[in-house]
C-alpha cells in the first residue's frame, strides 16, 4: 500500500498546532516534497472547520517543512483515484478558502507547486522567500486552472502576467510573485517562521468581530464571481484528469531520468 493509499500515513503528513490563538497547519510530507494526497486534503479540511467554530482559534497559519510549501497535488492520487466530484476533499477544500471567515496567513518557501501557488490567492496575508519557487503548471499536465485562478491572477497580477504564468506554466520565485503583489512580505528563510508567526500575532490581537466582517467586505464584491469561476474550472479539470493528455504527462513524470 503506498502513502497515499494508507489511511494511518494521514496524521503524520499534516500536522495541526493551536497556540496563542492562532491555528497552525503544516504540509509535513518532505520525502514526497509536500504532495498532497486525498488524506492530507481531508486532514486539512478537518482542521480548518475545527478552527472555524474553535473560540480560542483567531488566525490560521499554513505553512511547509524547512524549504518547502509544497509541490501541489500527489500526481500518483491524480493517476490511480482522480477526484470524482465536488465533493473529493480537494475540491471541498478549494471550495472552504474564498470566504472563509477567519484570517488566514500562509508562509511559503521552496516549491509551491499548483494548489501550492493558486491557495495563496485566497490567503489574507503571504510571507515568502525570495527563493520560494512557484508554479502553476495546470497546462503542462494537461489540465486547466483551479481555484478560481482563471479569474483572480489576472486581476490581481495582469492579464499579461497571468497568462505567461498559467499558459506556459513555468516556475517563478517568491521575488517575482511579491512584485507581482501575490506577497506581501520577502523574508529569510530563517526569518520565515518567525515572521509569519508575528503576523498571525498581530492579526490575533485585533478585535476579532471587526476582523471578521472587514475580511468579508474585502470578499465580498468578488464571491459570486469566484463560485461560479470554480464550478466552470472544476467541470473541465475533472474531465481532464482522466484525458489522454493528462495521463501522458502524470505518466511522464514518474519515469522522467532521475539524476
Ligand atoms: N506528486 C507525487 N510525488 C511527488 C510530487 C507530486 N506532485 N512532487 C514530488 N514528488 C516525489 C517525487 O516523485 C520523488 O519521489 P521518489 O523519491 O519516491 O522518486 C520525491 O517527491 C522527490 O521529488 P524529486 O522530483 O526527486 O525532487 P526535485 O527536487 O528534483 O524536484 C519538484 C522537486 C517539486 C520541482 C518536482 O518533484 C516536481 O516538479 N513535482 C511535481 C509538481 C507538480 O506537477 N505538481 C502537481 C501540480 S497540479
Known amino acids: 500500500m503506498s502513502d497515499a493509499e494508507s489511511p494511518e500515513s494521514s496524521p503524520r503528513h499534516i500536522r495541526v498546532e493551536i497556540a496563542e490563538a492562532i491555528c497552525t497547519i503544516r504540509f509535513d510530507r518532505p520525502e514526497k516534497k509536500n504532495a498532497l494526497t486525498t488524506a492530507m486534503y481531508a486532514d486539512v479540511v478537518a482542521a480548518l472547520r475545527a478552527a472555524l467554530v474553535d473560540d480560542d482559534v483567531r488566525v490560521v497559519r499554513f505553512i511547509g517543512t524547512p524549504g518547502l510549501f509544497t509541490a501541489g497535488n500527489d500526481l500518483g492520487d491524480f493517476m490511480s483515484r482522480p477526484p470524482a466530484d465536488a465533493e473529493a476533499p480537494v475540491f471541498q477544500l478549494i471550495a472552504m478558502l474564498p470566504d472563509y471567515a477567519k484570517p488566514i496567513v500562509a508562509a511559503v518557501d521552496g516549491p509551491a507547486i499548483g494548489l501550492g501557488t493558486t491557495m495563496l490567492l485566497h490567503c489574507d496575508l503571504v510571507v515568502a522567500t525570495a527563493r520560494a519557487r512557484l508554479q502553476m503548471p495546470f497546462i503542462k499536465l494537461g489540465l486547466v486552472p483551479e481555484a478560481a485562478s482563471s ?105 522522467r531520468p532521475r539524476t
Open 151 to 255: 479569474l483572480l491572477l489576472p486581476s490581481l497580477a495582469g492579464l499579461q502576467r497571468a497568462s505567461e504564468w498559467l499558459l506556459l506554466g513555468d516556475a517563478f520565485t517568491g521575488a517575482d510573485a511579491h512584485s507581482a503583489g501575490l506577497v506581501n512580505r520577502l523574508v529569510a528563510p530563517e526569518d520565515l517562521e518567525s515572521e509569519s508567526l508575528a503576523l498571525c500575532r498581530a492579526l490575533a490581537a485585533r478585535p476579532p468581530e471587526a476582523l471578521r466582517q472587514s475580511k468579508a467586505l474585502l470578499r465580498a464584491p468578488l464571491t459570486a464571481a469566484i463560485r461560479d469561476t470554480m464550478q466552470r474550472e472544476g467541470a473541465i479539470f475533472l474531465e481532464r484528469l482522466r484525458s489522454p493528455e493528462a495521463l501522458e504527462a502524470f505518466t511522464a513524470f514518474f519515469s
